[in-house]
């Protein structure tokens, strides 16, 4: 599995973004896509996730309520929506695949596949 990610840009505290992730390759409607993040000298902290059938999503604490993830089959790609952004969101964000099913799964290394990352900047 191939996954693109795009969307990141610089925007103002209070301001949106959507982030999309592409995803190529043998896809499984049990697969679990996911977005990270990581901000320089950190580690890459979980954000969200969602299944590709929409039946199951978790969020971090700390963007629950401001981010949305969403996803369309046909077009093999997930969203972020990032609304009310604060520079604390600044980062690298990551999408990752994960083949193992749905696990509540918040941790890097229970995702097998990564994109190349796409960076927000949130100015205050």
């Known amino acids: 599995v191939q996954l693109q990610a795009s969307g990141g840009g610089l925007v103002q505290a209070g301001g949106s973004l959507r982030l999309s992730c592409a995803a190529s390759?043998?896809?499984?409607?049990?697969?679990?896509m996911g977005w990270f993040r990581q901000a320089p000298g950190q580690e890459r902290d979980f954000v969200s996730a969602?299944?590709?059938?929409?039946?199951?999503?978790n969020y971090a604490d700390s963007v629950k309520g401001r981010f949305t993830i969403s996803g369309d089959s046909a077009k093999n790609t997930v969203y972020l929506e990032m609304t009310s952004l604060k520079p604390e969101d600044t980062a690298v964000y990551y999408c990752?695949?994960?083949?193992?099913?749905?696990?509540?799964?918040?941790?890097?290394?229970?995702?097998?596949?990564w994109g190349q990352g796409t960076l927000v900047t949130v100015s205050s």
């Open positions: 990752g695949a994960r083949r193992a099913g749905w696990a509540s799964q918040t941790r890097p290394y229970e995702f097998n596949y």
């Open positions: 390759g043998p896809i499984f409607s049990s697969d679990v």
């Open positions: 969602i299944t590709w059938s929409g039946g199951n999503t």
